[in-house]
């Protein structure tokens, strides 16, 4: 159980440090932003309105008057399913940045910062533009919570995305 713990903990720190990095690199990047997970360690940050509560992205941003959200998910590897490099993360909070998305007509973009496995660096998504789903079963038995993955190809490098976030901020989705 200790060695669970532990596991969780680097997995959490590592995660803070990402999200650290992309942040400053917004900041530096004449964005101002509200780190949504300031709040609290223990929950997802979520938005609430009159009616409902819903999970939010790691950053709220505002660049020129306009506001997007960027979820910050800090990675080692890819995933080669197919041929096709991909990257991915829990379904449950797509399905949560969806409706901010379409409820509030807030662009949300995950930029997924890959540390080890090739090739490295910080690469953006919108969230719709994902490749395909996984509903977690091998062979019939659950092993791992319903995924969704994004292919690598589709992915705004870091400097493209931030010499064109006004533009990405004002993007529309349907």
Request: glycine share 4%; hydrophobic share 35%; charged share 25%.
């Amino acid at each position: 159980m200790e060695t669970k713990l532990k596991n969780f903990e680097d997995l959490l720190k590592f995660g803070e440090e990402g999200e650290k990095e992309i942040a400053i690199s917004l900041i530096n990047n004449k964005v101002a932003l509200m780190p949504m997970y300031q709040f609290t360690k223990e929950n997802a940050p979520y938005l609430i309105d009159k009616i409902k509560k819903i999970t939010a992205p790691d950053l709220f941003c505002i660049i020129n008057g306009n506001c997007l959200f960027v979820e910050v998910k800090t990675k080692n590897q890819w995933v080669n399913w197919q041929g096709i490099l991909q990257t991915g993360y829990n379904t449950r909070h797509l399905e949560s940045y969806i409706k901010i998305s379409n409820l509030y007509k807030i662009n949300v973009y995950i930029c997924f910062n890959h540390k080890e496995q090739e090739p490295t660096g910080r690469f953006y998504i919108e969230i719709q533009d994902y490749y395909r789903q996984w509903n977690g079963l091998t062979n019939n038995k659950i092993v791992s919570p319903p995924l969704t993955f994004y292919k690598h190809e589709r992915m705004i490098e870091e400097n493209d995305f931030l010499d064109n976030i006004d533009y990405y901020s004002k993007l529309t989705y349907e």
